[in-house]
Nanobody, 125 residues
Framework: QVQLVESGGGLVQAGGSLRLSCAAS????????VGWFRQTPGKEREFVAT????????YYADSVKGRFTISRDNAKNTVYLQMNSLKPEDTAVYYC??????????????????WGQGTQVTVSS
C-alpha cells in the first residue's frame, strides 16, 4: 500500500511556472512507476507524464512535451512535475498515481492503482 499527497498547485499567469510534488508514504515507493494526470470538469482524466522506478524512462503527452518535466527523488519518496510556459488550457486538477507496474497502457488511468487527492492548477490569460 502507498498513499500519495500532491502539493504545489495554485494560480499562475500564462507563461509562468509551477512545480508540483507528489509525496508518498509506504514501503518500496522507489520501485513504483508514477504518473501525472489531469482533469477538468466534464472531461475524462488525461495523461500528462509518467516515470519509471529508476527515472530512466519518461513519457509525456504531446500537449506538454517540451514544457513539462517529470522527475523523482527516491530518497525523499517524491515525484515532481515541473511545469513551464503554462497555458490557460493547462488549467485542471492534477493527480499523481502510482503502482508497482503499469497495469496496461501507461497513458490510461487504469494503469495505476493508487491515486492522490489532486491539486488545482489555474492558469490565467
Amino acid at each position: 500500500q502507498v498513499q500519495l499527497v500532491e502539493s504545489g498547485g495554485g494560480l499562475v499567469q500564462a507563461g509562468g511556472s509551477l512545480r508540483l510534488s507528489c509525496a508518498a508514504s509506504g514501503s518500496f515507493f522507489s520501485s513504483y512507476v508514477v504518473g501525472w494526470f489531469r482533469q477538468t470538469p466534464g472531461k475524462e482524466r488525461e495523461f500528462v507524464a509518467t516515470i519509471s522506478w529508476s527515472g530512466g524512462s519518461v513519457y509525456y503527452a504531446d500537449s506538454v512535451k517540451g514544457r513539462f518535466t517529470i522527475s523523482r527523488d527516491n530518497a525523499k519518496n517524491t515525484v515532481y512535475l515541473q511545469m513551464n510556459s503554462l497555458k490557460p488550457e493547462d488549467t485542471a486538477v492534477y493527480y499523481c498515481a502510482a503502482d508497482v507496474k503499469y497495469r496496461g497502457s501507461y497513458y490510461r488511468p487504469t494503469a495505476f492503482s493508487y491515486w492522490g487527492q489532486g491539486t488545482q492548477v489555474t492558469v490565467s490569460s
